[in-house]
């Protein structure tokens, strides 16, 4: 069922991602197929691009909170993939630009989010710390252990 609903979504909006009228629209366009096409496994990668275009249109537009929720989409599916250091990076470059509005749905979500990527970089970081201590001490020239656990 749940792919059929995926199917017809995809199909729903690719069509307008051609009609020269919604162009205004097209980055919004391009999150909601990522997010459709992150339902299923696999799609990772085509997702990845698809916000980053998203992103890229939205910039181009001068539209702050579509990039801006370009990139808490793609900054969640980073964290998923073990890089949350450059979600954290892109969502927090497109935050640092708006000036107000602190209290908007989007800008409160960037700013826990922003908090959620901080503490897995820090969390990740103290888990580095103590491998490379032990990796100094062994004399071991090879790359640093990393905790798989996390």
Do not use: H
Request: glycine share 8%; proline share 5%; hydrophobic share 40%.
């Amino acid at each position: 069922m749940l792919a059929g609903q995926q199917e017809r979504g995809l199909r729903a909006l690719d069509g307008p991602l051609g009609c020269i009228e919604e162009v205004w629209w097209l980055p919004e366009q391009y999150r909601l197929r990522a997010k459709l096409l992150l339902l299923s496994p696999g799609n990772e990668t085509e997702a990845e691009a698809g916000l980053r275009q998203a992103m890229d249109v939205a910039r181009e537009q001068g539209c702050r909170s579509l990039e801006l929720r370009a990139a808490m989409n793609l900054a969640r599916l980073l964290r998923g993939q073990r890089r949350a250091r450059e979600g954290e990076g892109l969502l927090a470059e497109r935050f640092d630009r708006f000036t107000e509005g602190w209290d908007t749905a989007d800008l409160r979500e960037a700013r826990a989010l922003l908090t959620v990527l901080q503490t897995d970089d820090r969390s990740s970081r103290s888990t580095q710390v103590p491998a490379l201590r032990v990796a100094l001490a062994l004399g071991s020239p090879g790359p640093l252990p990393q905790r798989t656990d996390i």
